[in-house]
């Protein structure tokens, strides 16, 4: 069921993107007296699952959901209609439009990616807010993985600055690692002040793992037992700190769930403080590492904080987290093209996009993991690739400075040369998820 509702979520937001992102490049072709063949939502090879024409144009949805398409006459797109290309030129067609109209019509289609993105971001900061974790509000520090401990890091550490800057939102601090290639976190570890050196390998490492390398450290104390459960067969109770399993030590919550894991099927010795005392519990781990209890919420151990916004606000708002996320992107992008990074072995395709989605229907998530697809697919169909956007956008530009049109045959040959690069990628981004499911 996760899966179908992650699939739901990617195909309608695929949908809002591709629809809107043509209709771009649609409406000012319409405008501009061009015609348009065909108007479609994924693509159809062979055939389709509906269409039906109203004018010259075919409105239809494709089976093929990688994308979608307008077909304008007299342009030498996807399609590579190249007979269409031998006949004079008609004025309605593509070809027969000034470069600026023609210039026009194409970057449709991203500007309207980056209106859509700052659209949705400032109805989400409207709607719900900004909520995040400040970093300096984690009550209990951090919790360390296996690499931020090869960093230098430890469990419980606070962390005031990466290379001197505050990172007000704790989120942020991987991303500030990653892609700012900091050298210095500096920590609060028991009470003392110190700085911890990034290794240089640590981006490569963190790319590489694509999961969180701290999280806000969580203690537990129980807070639900679940009826019938194992937790409350074994006599755990409402406020409750597990503080040891079997030998181990457990601090923070993260420690527990670790541990139950290395325990699953197993009889363990549960050690819990009652009222300031120590108390032992004998517990039956079920076969997928849990006993059936919850703890206090991270949003009532951390003192969260939420940014609210009026309907004027929230615009410059979003206009500004647009920009965030655009600039963000570029940097990502740098990562992937520096090979010393590895980076290119994380691109991934649609599994990746759709695992990215909530297992549960979230209209914060999805509305905000929208806005981002929609600055993407504005950064990547700018880039000047021919048969992208961007590129037809580059030999427009060519023409309105030198006044000379590129021939139809330089046209023919860079766009196949394009779905070449885009075919490529795909294979690297699909071929990557689908190594990542047998890994």
């Not at 992102?21 to 649609?26: A, R, Y």
């Not at 005031?160 to 990653?178: A, S």
């Not at 517990?283 to 916004?309: H, R, W």
């Not at 963000?328 to 072995?345: C, F, G, N, R, V």
């Amino acid at each position: 069921m996760d899966i179908l509702i992650q699939a739901a979520q990617l195909i309608l937001s695929l949908s809002i993107l591709v629809i809107l992102h043509e209709l771009g490049h649609f409406i000012p072709a319409k405008l501009f007296k061009t015609r348009v063949e065909k108007f479609y939502l994924f693509f159809d090879p062979w055939f389709s699952l509906f269409k039906f024409k109203k004018g010259d144009t075919e409105y239809g949805v494709g089976w093929l959901p990688l994308g979608g398409y307008v077909k304008i006459s007299g342009m030498i797109d996807e399609s590579m209609d190249t007979e269409q290309m031998k006949e004079p030129a008609q004025p309605w067609e593509f070809r027969s439009k000034p470069a600026w109209q023609r210039l026009i019509i194409m970057v449709g289609g991203v500007v309207v990616n980056v209106i859509l993105g700052v659209v949705i971001y400032a109805g989400v900061l409207f709607t719900w807010g900004d909520q995040y974790i400040p970093t300096e509000n984690l009550t209990y520090g951090i919790y360390a993985d296996s690499m931020a401990v090869e960093m230098g890091l430890q469990n419980g550490d606070k962390i005031l600055t990466i290379d001197g800057d505050v990172v007000e939102k704790f989120n942020d601090i991987p991303l500030k690692i990653l892609l700012e290639n900091a050298k210095t976190i500096e920590i609060v570890r028991q009470g003392e002040t110190t700085s911890v050196a990034i290794p240089d390998d640590t981006r490569a490492k963190m790319i590489r793992k694509q999961t969180a390398f701290i999280q806000p450290a969580l203690i537990p104390v129980v807070a639900q037992v679940t009826k019938g459960s194992n937790a409350e067969k074994a006599g755990l109770m409402l406020e409750d700190k597990i503080v040891g399993i079997n030998n181990s030590e457990t601090p923070f919550f993260q420690d527990v769930v670790k541990t139950l894991g290395v325990h699953k099927g197993e009889t363990i010795n549960l050690v819990v403080t009652r009222n300031g005392e120590r108390v032992d519990l004998t517990a039956e781990v079920s076969s997928d590492g849990k006993l059936g209890f919850g703890i206090k919420p991270q949003e009532e151990q951390l003192v969260l904080k939420t940014e609210k916004y009026g309907l004027f606000e929230s615009v410059p708002a979003g206009i500004n987290k647009a920009y965030e996320k655009f600039e963000s992107y570029l940097k990502q992008m740098k990562l992937i093209a520096d090979p010393d990074t590895e980076a290119y072995k994380s691109l991934g395709g649609f599994i990746t996009i759709g695992k990215a989605f909530d297992t549960e229907w979230n209209w914060y998530r999805f509305w905000n993991f929208t806005a981002f697809l929609s600055i993407i697919l504005a950064i990547m169909n700018i880039l000047p690739i021919p048969a992208l956007d961007g590129g037809h956008v580059m030999f427009l530009v060519y023409e309105i400075i030198t006044g000379r049109k590129p021939h139809d045959k330089v046209m023919e040959y860079a766009q196949i040369a394009g779905i070449i690069i885009l075919l490529g990628l795909m294979l690297l981004a699909n071929g990557n998820d689908i190594l990542r499911l047998f890994q």
